[in-house]
């Protein structure tokens, strides 16, 4: 949460035909799980569909997981992370970027696995399912 639980910059890989795709993208953490706001038609979705595996890396730290789209911005069962989304990315959510209305719209939640954690000359390998 010290690192990642505001808007954070990572690199999220995807794989499709054997080959790797990476994007870096706004995200927020909480709980074993980043959390983007994206688009249900982008490439990243579409191959996580496929293939929902990712792994993930920013700031020392790299991780696999997940990937999993929980639907439209506005579905209600969203309606929590989404509060905290708006919030953690306030400085730019609502400038055009974002467009709540399109129901294509959505939150794509990475559930982490296992990860790997450089603080302060400290190696932490982290098991998220245990």
Known sequence: M??????SLISVATVEDGKPYVRTVNSYYENGSFYIITYALS??????????VAAICGDW??????GKNLGHIL???NAEIAGKLRQAFS???NNG???ESD???CILQIQLTDGLLLSHGTRYDID???
């Open 2 to 7: 010290e690192r990642f639980g505001h808007d």
């Open 43 to 52: 490439n990243k979705i579409r191959q996580l569909e496929k293939n929902p």
């Open 61 to 66: 730290f790299t991780a696999h997981g997940i």
């Open 75 to 77: 579905d209600p069962k």
């Open 91 to 93: 400085e730019w959510y």
């Open 97 to 99: 970027h974002t467009d």
């Open 103 to 105: 129901p294509n719209t």
């Open 128 to 130: 998220f399912t245990a």
